[in-house]
């Protein structure tokens, strides 16, 4: 099948203690009806953990859902683990219970989108096929 | 050193990121597959076992891969992991779900996994993940083991693809009747009754030691979320790998396997072209389907003679 008619593959996990998975689960459904390959990890994982997983999987974005607050710490730690792993480009996108002060200082630290509860599931959909697709064109033109 | 050279290089120095690039690279077919392919060494290919595990949804396949990982890891060697898992029929998509009872394993840098959807395909998966296979083996991963689900055709040629093929079971399932069917356990080297800690393992393995009677099949038990029979089970294994390398089994499976993976890409190639020729034919197809075919194939193969002149 030719590259560009796929959606790509997209990593769908949580991070930290919350141990909630029915949103990340319906997340990863949506996105397989969508046409996405979904790499499921489950819930509990240390930022390293996906980070490393990511890297393995060349995932074309990677869709982290917190309900525990610790965002701030969390993502900025799996960017970094990512970017430790030469792996800084792909895309985070970043859901669940996130105030909104706390989304700027994420997009700083590298967060290419927050989708915040309440998020419309088309629109979630929308983002991830925006951004995976973008991600998939540029691995492209340099490949 | 050319961009090719340094994909290579970082194959075998085990770099997660350039392992993870080159089997997308090669799972997408872009210009680099055949360039790294043609690069790997074929020394590390052979000297790396490729077990086949497979079995009825929710035997316990993923949980049993994860104790036999923990089990080589201990014993200081490189795994690598091909995770399939069937893709929707209707989207394309899929969940990859395997890699969740291997998440202990998930920062190791001994230990890569990766995970494929079957994308509609039987013979480009198989490539894929020979390919992939390869790839992991290249970066000194010794073994490495390709995890599918056994129910129709498509395990049949994954069968082809592995140098021992462990086929896990379940008590309880009447998977096993159903597998017996299939002729799958036929193709086994090892069966394996995994949830030994549930009712009814006894007496399966009873029954499929007396079904295997007289033929070359190990049959044993196993519980993954006990972590029981792993090391028997890997002994098994591993026995099965030296005894087939003594014999030249194993070499001559291999050989066999380059003759299917030809004619797998083969098959693949035309099934894409042959889609895309119908797919453009502008007026409604009408007529008998045998002349159609006939047709089309001439087309196809004239187009790609053409193509290959210019
Ligand atoms: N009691 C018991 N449960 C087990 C054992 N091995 C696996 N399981 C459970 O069986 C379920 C399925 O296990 P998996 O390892 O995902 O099975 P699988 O064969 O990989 O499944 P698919 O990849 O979906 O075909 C999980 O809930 C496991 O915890 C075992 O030895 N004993
Ligand atoms: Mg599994």
Do not use: W
């Amino acid at each position: 099948m030719e590259a560009g008619q796929r959606r790509g593959r997209v990593l769908i996990g949580k991070v930290g203690l919350d141990g909630h998975d029915r949103g990340a689960k319906f997340i990863a459904r949506s996105l397989r009806d969508d046409g996405f390959e979904v790499i499921y990890t489950g819930i509990r994982h240390t930022p390293e953990e996906i980070a490393s997983v990511a890297v393995q999987e060349d995932v074309d974005a990677i869709g982290i859902s917190l309900l525990s607050g610790a965002h701030n710490e969390l993502i900025p730690a799996m960017i970094h683990a990512l970017c430790q792993a030469d792996a800084g480009d792909i895309p985070v996108i970043v859901g669940g219970a996130i105030p909104q002060e706390d989304i700027s200082y994420l997009k700083d630290k590298g967060v290419c989108e927050v989708l915040t509860t309440g998020t419309p599931t088309q629109t979630i959909l929308d983002v991830f096929r925006m951004v995976a697709n973008e991600y998939r064109q540029k691995k492209h033109t340099y490949e | 050193m050319n961009e090719i050279d340094g994909i290579l290089k970082g194959i075998r120095e085990g770099n997660p990121r350039t392992i993870g690039r080159a089997i997308s690279a090669i799972e997408e077919g872009n210009h680099r597959a055949a360039a790294i392919l043609q690069g790997i060494n074929e020394g590390c290919v052979l000297a790396a076992t490729i077990l086949g595990i497979t079995g009825p949804p929710g035997a316990g396949k993923s949980t049993l891969i994860n104790q036999l990982i923990s089990h080589y890891r201990i014993h200081g060697k490189r795994v690598g992991i091909v995770a399939i898992d069937p893709s929707s029929p209707v989207s394309g998509g899929a969940i990859l779900g395997d890699r969740i009872r291997m998440m202990r394993h998930a920062t190791d840098p001994g230990v890569i996994i990766r995970s494929m959807s079957t994308r509609g395909r039987v013979g480009g998966l198989c490539a894929a993940a020979g390919s992939a296979a390869k790839i992991m083996a290249c970066s000194g991963c010794n073994p490495v083991i390709i995890e599918t689900v056994g129910v129709g055709h498509l395990e049949i040629d994954i069968v082809g693809l592995a140098d021992i093929v462990v086929f896990v079971l379940a008590p309880g399932f009447g998977d096993d009747v159903q597998a017996m069917k299939a002729g799958l356990i036929e193709m086994a080297d090892v069966l394996v009754v995994n949830k030994a800690d549930h009712a009814g393992a006894d007496a399966l393995i009873v029954d499929l030691k007396y079904a295997t009677q007289g033929r070359d099949c190990q049959v044993c038990s196993t519980s993954a979320t006990e972590s029981r029979g792993i090391e028997d089970l890997a002994n098994i294994i591993g026995n099965i790998a030296q005894r087939k390398r003594q014999t030249g089994q194993f070499i001559q499976k291999r050989e066999k396997m380059l003759e299917s993976e030809i004619l797998h890409r083969a098959v693949e190639l035309m099934r894409t072209k042959l889609k895309d020729r119908l797919m453009a034919q502008e007026e409604q197809i009408i007529g008998d389907p045998q002349d159609i075919v006939r047709k089309l194939l001439e087309e196809v193969c004239v187009t790609q003679l053409e193509s290959k002149k210019r």
